[in-house]
């Protein structure tokens, strides 16, 4: 099969691998229809997370039709459309039972926090992704589902991370009726938490980015307010201004370890890859949230040792709440949205490219060209 293949930092490439086959009679193989690049990605493109080994194919945003299924899958037949959740999961461990997919204790035997993710370096299990052809999912019968009749191929795979993992930030942030909610960058998932954030009773929505296309999808798809830090001498000041002097009720970080801003951060996290990325966002956050708020942290964060301001934290009585998205916990009611015309996740959606030319989408998209903000992934005949 042709799929994505990691060469270094900032080399991928298209190649011939051996077609993934069944290891388990728990396995299916799932012929891949559409894929998507996420931002998460790009931490591995840049080279930010250890144990991201030449040959690896990412992607843990992907839907397809089932093409293959072992002896003991129940729940699943070949040619079923299904959507299948970025988590890796037994769905049956002590953290599952509580429906903390992320976090299974038995299928990622490298880590003691993450559970496991599909194209996620082997920090996170070391499972292949789905920029390719065709991809194996463990666990057939917990994770993967059969895609709703009524629901279009770009919808359900946007579920499958992105507006799931934006969903659930704005869960997180546990907004009550009027709150003033703050999300910190304008990419898919701070996007998709900035939209949930009305879903859930907030009063106003503010989105801080840099990028002038980014912040115009926020305003006419989130319907936030926008601020530009690059054109705001002290974003923190701003956010204070804008809120009484207070501070914001939630923070919500969607932007992680890539973070620009302190430079000092930067380069030893984002340039030097001396720590798991820079703090400045998750700072932001801290500095610009009232005191007694509550700060959700949905960007990527791999070991970050410098100057995160965990005293302010202290000191303001913050809740701080974060973890990888539980996927497939947050469908139900994202189904509803979707079916009720709430929400349509594919208005986000800019680019659709040819699985042979992945390389060109990922330059675009880490270089933020041509008004890119969201890149979905087409193998040959899908």
Known sequence: MRAMVYRGPYRIRVEEKPMPRIEHPNDAIIQVKLAAICGSDLHLYHGMMPDTRVGHTFGHEFIGVVHEVGGSVQNL???DRVMVPFNVYCGSCYFCARGLYSNCHNVNPNATAVGGIYGYSHTCGGYDGGQAEFVRVPFADVGPAVIPDWMEDEDAVLLTDALATGYFGAQLGDIREGDTVVVLGAGPVGLYAARSAWLMGAGRVIVVDQVPERLEKARTFAYAETISFRETPDVVVRLKKETDYLGADVVID???????????????????????????????AIDSVRKGGTVSVMGA??????????????????????????VKRQWPRLFE???????????????????????????????????CIKTLVVPEGA
């Open 301 to 326: 964060y791999g070991p970050i040792f410098s100057a995160v301001k965990f005293g302010d934290a202290l000191n303001k009585g913050l809740t701080l709440r974060m973890n990888q998205c539980p």
């Open 77 to 79: 037949k070949v040619g």
């Open 337 to 371: 949205h979707i079916r009720n015309g709430y929400l349509k996740p594919s208005d986000i959606v800019t680019h659709r490219i040819p699985l042979e030319h992945i390389a060109e989408g990922y330059h675009m998209f880490s270089a933020k060209l041509d008004g």
């Open 254 to 284: 969607a932007v992680g370890a890539e973070a620009d801003g302190n430079l000092t951060q930067l380069v030893t996290g984002t340039k030097l890859k001396m720590q798991g990325g820079s703090p400045t966002a998750l700072n932001w």
